[in-house]
C-alpha cells in the first residue's frame, strides 16, 4: 500500500526559505520508472505543478518557479524534501506530494493529503 | 509555455450525463489524465492516459482525446459526482501542466 505524508511548517514569513518533506511508504525511489512530485494549490484557486524527481535523480522543475525551487531524495529514508527560496504571501497555499510512475504516462496514482502553508509577517 | 482551457463550472442533473472537456494545441498527441478533488479533500486520478480508468474508479467514467480536446464524460450522474476536475498533461517538453479545473454541480 502506497502512502504519502507532508510535513514542514504551518507558517514562514516573507523572503524565508520554505523546507517540506515528503515521507512515503509502499514503493522505492530507487525502482526504475518512478517520482515524486510536489503540487500546490492556493486557496479556491487551481492546482499547480512545481516539482519532481525521478528514481535517477533526474529533476524537473515548472518553467515560472525554476529559480526558487529544490527538490532532493533521500532513498535511504524514503523522502522527497522540496525546498522554496524567497516565500511570498502569494505562495500561501496547500502543498501535496505525489507518487507518479512512468507507466501510467507520469500520472500522479497516489497523494498526500496535503501540508497548509501560510506566508505573513 | 503550454496550457489548458476547461470550462469554469458545468452542471448536471442526477442520472443524466456531465461531459467536461479540456482544451490544449494537439492535446490528442499527449498523455492526458483526470483528477477528482472533493472540497477539503487532496485530489484523486480518475482517468490516465485519457481513457484508462484506475481500479475503484466506476465504468460511469470515461475519457477521450483527440486532436485539440480531451473530454472526461460521467454518465448517471450522482450527487457524489459533485467536485472540481482537473485535467493534466504531461510531455517530454512542458513536463507536468495542470488545466484550471471545473467545479461540477449536481442539481
Known amino acids: 500500500q502506497i502512502t504519502l505524508k507532508e510535513s514542514g511548517p504551518a507558517l514562514v514569513k516573507p523572503t524565508q526559505t520554505l523546507t517540506l518533506t515528503c515521507s512515503f511508504s509502499g514503493f522505492s525511489l530507487t525502482t526504475s520508472r518512478v517520482g515524486v512530485g510536489w503540487i500546490r494549490q492556493p486557496p479556491g484557486k487551481a492546482l499547480e505543478w512545481l516539482a519532481l524527481?525521478?528514481?535517477?535523480?533526474?529533476?524537473r522543475y515548472t518553467p515560472s518557479l525554476k529559480r526558487r525551487l529544490s527538490i532532493t531524495k533521500d532513498t535511504s529514508k524514503n523522502q522527497v524534501v522540496l525546498t522554496m527560496t524567497n516565500m511570498d504571501p502569494i505562495d500561501t497555499g496547500t502543498y501535496y506530494c505525489?507518487?507518479?510512475?512512468?507507466?501510467?504516462?507520469?500520472?500522479?496514482?497516489?497523494w498526500g493529503q496535503g501540508t497548509g502553508v501560510t506566508v505573513s509577517s | 509555455s503550454y496550457a489548458l482551457t476547461q470550462p469554469s463550472s458545468v452542471s448536471v442533473a442526477p442520472g443524466q450525463t456531465a461531459r467536461i472537456s479540456c482544451g490544449g494545441n494537439n492535446i490528442g498527441t499527449k498523455s492526458v489524465h483526470w483528477y477528482r478533488q472533493r472540497p477539503g479533500q487532496a485530489p484523486v486520478l480518475i482517468m490516465y492516459?485519457?481513457?484508462v480508468r484506475p481500479s475503484g474508479i466506476p465504468e460511469r467514467f470515461s475519457g477521450s482525446n483527440s486532436g485539440n480536446t480531451a473530454t472526461l464524460t460521467i454518465t448517471r450522474v450522482e450527487g457524489g459526482d459533485e467536485a472540481d476536475y482537473y485535467c493534466q498533461v504531461w510531455d517530454a517538453i512542458y513536463n507536468h501542466v495542470f488545466g484550471p479545473g471545473t467545479k461540477v454541480t449536481v442539481l
Open positions: 524527481i525521478y528514481w535517477d535523480d533526474d529533476k
Open positions: 505525489a507518487h507518479s510512475v512512468e507507466a501510467l504516462g507520469s500520472a500522479f496514482d497516489y
Open positions: 492516459f485519457g481513457s
